[in-house]
């Protein structure tokens, strides 16, 4: 049976491990509370770029000896940013665990920032950040969130501009490390076929090492900003994202928003897949997903179609949207509350989900929440609260359109042009 333990190293740094006993891995990451949205000036993109350099040598290790040490016992040693967090892990067999903490520990506290390891790896994330800007599918999403959040952090690309890139010296990065990744910020998850004692005993000897420093960073909450905004580009295709603002990660209305995301457009099944796909073969790609934040939300729908359908599948998500706000039935919500549950417990099957759900746990809301306490409060979500939340939610003037292709504003549905165009003062 799995069990969860925490422990508080001299340092100040939490270690939170679930001992999975059945299984044969191991996932043990080091996880900042820190991402894109703590970014100002001129350093949008500096966690992400971070993130890269620790990978690139320390006063022990080369660049090589990292992927060597770690391929050899058929590990996985990777990192991502995202808006709120870095997470730098390590995945191994359970009889290499002390290998991974060793190899954790020396990139996340030894890692040399070399000059010309620096100017190699700004063409890297140079070129994926064009690789990004040549994939419209992918690029919409962050011109979504630039739209909806203009002006605060959110809305900035985790990856940053090539502007700001070129522009960050050794300088920039290494203060930015300094005052960003301290003991205040930071802690370790883990999960797997582990020994909880074992790890924490061999993390005090590295992070365990650490004095205390710095604090979390206060952040600033985002204000939505609803509207349009139209990027003119040939393309085959129009990619398109239409949302509005919802609850944070941390609202008790969360579960709500879960389950009207799983109705309007999470799987074949959903309504917007039904009826824009299936019924009228408008799009290949059509859903919905979430992005919750600390303090902030949005519900998004993401379609690509062509220039020609582009009015009408705009009108269909804009028609669901409203739809929903007339409530669903008894057997929509009972299947849309068992499609969450059960891919909720398929995905926390291996380490590596574990050790996520741990750390996002103690990220959001400070504490482990039982799997048992997210089923109660998914089952406790009634059809009339969920038409509640669906009519404050799904307002006209929430909304923000985004869309990348030959398209312009004498392509938008009337209704909606009138909604989301409105006169310069």
């Not at 020396?106 to 390891?117: A, G, P, Q, T, V």
């Not at 690309?157 to 070129?166: A, D, M, V």
């Not at 669901?320 to 499609?339: C, D, F, M, P």
């Not at 923000?400 to 392509?411: F, M, Q, R, W, Y």
Request: with cysteine; net charge positive; aromatic share 6%.
């Amino acid at each position: 049976m799995a069990r969860i333990q925490k422990t508080v190293l001299s340092s100040g740094i939490s270690v939170i491990t679930e001992e999975m006993p059945d299984v044969e891995s191991s996932t043990i990451g080091i996880w900042v509370n820190t991402g894109s949205r703590n970014e100002t000036g001129r350093l949008p993109g500096v966690s992400h770029f971070i993130e890269h350099l620790l990978f690139k040598g320390t006063d022990r290790r080369t660049a090589l000896d990292i992927s060597k040490e770690i391929e050899s016992v058929g590990g996985v040693l990777n990192a991502f940013t995202g808006r709120e967090y870095t997470c730098f892990y390590a995945k191994v067999l359970n009889k290499d665990l002390p290998l991974a903490i060793d190899l954790l520990s020396d990139i996340f506290l030894n890692s040399k920032f070399d000059r010309k390891e620096m100017e190699k790896e700004k063409l890297v994330v140079l070129q994926e950040i064009k690789m990004v800007e040549d994939t419209p599918d992918d690029l919409i999403h962050d011109l979504f969130a630039e739209r909806l959040w203009q002006g605060h952090p959110l809305g900035t690309s985790i990856l940053g501009s090539s502007g700001t890139i070129k522009a960050m010296d050794r300088d920039d990065i290494t203060g930015y490390f300094r005052s960003h990744y301290h003991t205040g910020s930071v802690f370790v998850a883990a999960a797997g076929g582990l020994d909880h004692k074992k790890v924490a005993r061999l993390l005090n000897r590295t992070l365990g090492r650490l004095k205390k420093t710095g604090v979390k960073a206060a952040l600033s909450a985002p204000e939505p900003c609803p509207g349009l905004k139209l990027h003119k580009k040939k393309l085959e295709q129009v990619h398109l994202c239409l949302g509005l603002p919802v609850p944070s990660q941390q609202d008790p209305d969360r579960y709500k928003v879960y389950l009207l995301n799983t109705i309007l457009g999470s799987g074949m099944s959903s309504r917007l897949f039904q009826e824009i796909r299936e019924k009228r073969g408008l799009a290949y790609s059509v859903f919905s997903y979430l992005n919750l934040c600390m303090d902030a939300g949005a519900l998004v729908t993401y379609a690509g179609t062509s220039r020609e359908t582009f009015s009408e599948v705009v009108g269909l998500i804009l028609r669901e949207y409203l739809k929903i706000t007339k409530g669903v039935s008894a057997e929509e919500l009972r299947n849309a509350r068992e499609q969450l549950k059960g891919g909720m417990l398929l995905g926390l099957e291996s380490s590596e989900s574990r050790m996520t759900k741990l750390a996002r746990d103690e990220i959001y809301f400070g504490r482990v929440v039982p799997v048992k306490e997210i089923i109660k409060e998914i089952d406790r979500v009634t059809s009339r609260g969920l038409k509640a939340a669906a009519e404050r939610l799904f307002r006209p003037e929430k909304l923000t359109l985004v869309a990348i292709g030959d398209v312009g504003e004498k392509d938008l549905p009337k209704n909606l042009k009138k909604i989301l165009i409105r006169p310069k003062s």
